[in-house]
């Protein structure tokens, strides 16, 4: 694996850190002259697949589909669930903090629920059930008010345009499903199908790649090569899922999330507008769309 690296004038290398990871002193550094500048040509071997995905731009691939999670990703709605559940551990004198809420997101309801009365130590007093009862009345209020995520019309109406196959896949159920997307038909109906997590064919919620796989089931044609798909998602569970169906992942995270959470994605990025469909194989963006 060879990469090429520039510094303004020549100086003793025993090691070099590339994009923040430090190189072992026994890597091969050769100097090339290259203009006025001196080219470093650094060659090693890296073992850590995630490494290598966040230094280079990945390997061209063939995407033919592209599926969207939704919650955090197109729409930004995760500030609701950690607002309400704030308010709900306030009463018993805890915390809610991004390790937790790392290990809720893209779950099932449910499942989510019995994570977070669990992880808490809240159990004995609040059921899994009557969390999600009591945490409900105030979501459906919150819902409603939600604003698209940063690129995402862009994003969605480029791939529609250029004849690209999209869809949603979220853990979402439908009836906060419309309440969340009420305010942005035109974005959702550009989607050639929707999955639900209350879906029959999702038994099991993320990071158990049911949801991803139904998804890859329905586009026209289906079921689509899994190679073929790209994914995008904001939560470590969805990012496993998507890689437990052979889908390839971009990962859009809460810059709040650990970074440890964001190896296994293909590629991670700050935001949906820094997307580089030519990365992937798919159209790239007009000067209009930019």
Same mark, same amino acid.
């Given at each position: 694996?060879?990469?090429n690296?520039?510094?303004?004038?020549?100086?003793?290398?025993?090691?070099?850190?590339?994009?923040?990871i430090?190189?072992?002193?026994?890597?091969?550094?050769?100097?090339?002259s290259?203009?006025?500048?001196i080219?470093?040509?650094?060659?090693y071997?890296?073992?850590?697949?995630?490494?290598l995905?966040?230094?280079?731009?990945?390997?061209?691939?063939l995407?033919?589909?592209?599926?969207?999670?939704m919650?955090g990703?197109l729409i930004?709605?995760?500030?609701f669930?950690?607002e309400?559940?704030?308010?709900?551990?306030?009463?018993?004198?805890?915390?809610?903090?991004w390790?937790?809420?790392a290990?809720?997101m893209?779950?099932?309801?449910?499942?989510?629920?019995? /994570?977070?009365?669990?992880?808490?130590?809240? @159990?004995?007093?609040? =059921? %899994?059930?009557?969390? *999600?009862?009591?945490?409900?009345?105030?979501l459906?209020?919150?819902?409603?008010?939600?604003?698209?995520?940063?690129?995402?019309?862009?994003?969605?109406?480029?791939?529609?345009?250029?004849?690209?196959?999209?869809?949603?896949?979220?853990?979402?159920?439908?009836?906060?499903?419309?309440?969340?997307?009420?305010?942005?038909?035109?974005?959702?109906s550009?989607?050639?199908h929707?999955?639900?997590?209350d879906?029959?064919?999702?038994k099991?919620?993320?990071?158990s790649?049911?949801?991803?796989?139904?998804?890859?089931?329905?586009?026209?044609?289906?079921?689509i090569?899994?190679s073929k798909?790209?994914?995008?998602?904001?939560?470590?569970?969805?990012?496993l899922a998507?890689?437990?169906a052979?889908?390839?992942?971009?990962? /859009?995270?809460?810059?709040?999330?650990?970074? @440890?959470?964001?190896? =296994? %994605?293909?590629?991670? *990025?700050s935001?949906?507008?820094d997307f580089?469909p030519?990365d992937?194989?798919l159209?790239?963006?007009?000067d209009?769309?930019?």
């Amino acid at each position: 694996m060879k990469y090429n690296f520039f510094i303004s004038k020549p100086k003793q290398i025993v090691g070099l850190t590339v994009y923040g990871i430090q190189t072992p002193r026994r890597s091969s550094v050769r100097f090339h002259s290259s203009s006025s500048k001196i080219q470093v040509q650094y060659q090693y071997q890296f073992r850590s697949a995630s490494i290598l995905a966040k230094m280079a731009t990945p390997e061209k691939k063939l995407i033919t589909h592209v599926i969207f999670d939704m919650d955090g990703l197109l729409i930004d709605t995760e500030k609701f669930y950690t607002e309400v559940q704030e308010i709900i551990l306030s009463r018993f004198n805890k915390t809610f903090d991004w390790a937790l809420k790392a290990k809720m997101m893209g779950k099932k309801a449910i499942e989510a629920a019995r /994570v977070f009365v669990e992880e808490t130590g809240i @159990s004995d007093s609040l =059921t %899994a059930e009557d969390f *999600l009862v009591e945490r409900e009345a105030m979501l459906q209020k919150m819902f409603p008010t939600c604003d698209l995520m940063p690129g995402a019309s862009r994003l969605v109406k480029h791939l529609h345009a250029t004849g690209v196959p999209i869809c949603v896949a979220t853990g979402s159920h439908k009836r906060h499903f419309e309440l969340k997307t009420q305010n942005h038909g035109e974005i959702f109906s550009l989607m050639h199908h929707i999955v639900m997590g209350d879906d029959p064919e999702v038994k099991q919620g993320k990071p158990s790649p049911d949801v991803f796989l139904a998804a890859a089931r329905r586009f026209e044609g289906g079921p689509i090569d899994s190679s073929k798909i790209l994914v995008f998602e904001d939560a470590p569970s969805g990012v496993l899922a998507a890689k437990n169906a052979g889908m390839s992942v971009v990962m /859009v995270p809460d810059p709040r999330l650990d970074s @440890s959470f964001h190896e =296994t %994605a293909d590629k991670v *990025l700050s935001s949906l507008l820094d997307f580089n469909p030519a990365d992937w194989g798919l159209p790239p963006f007009t000067d209009s769309a930019t």
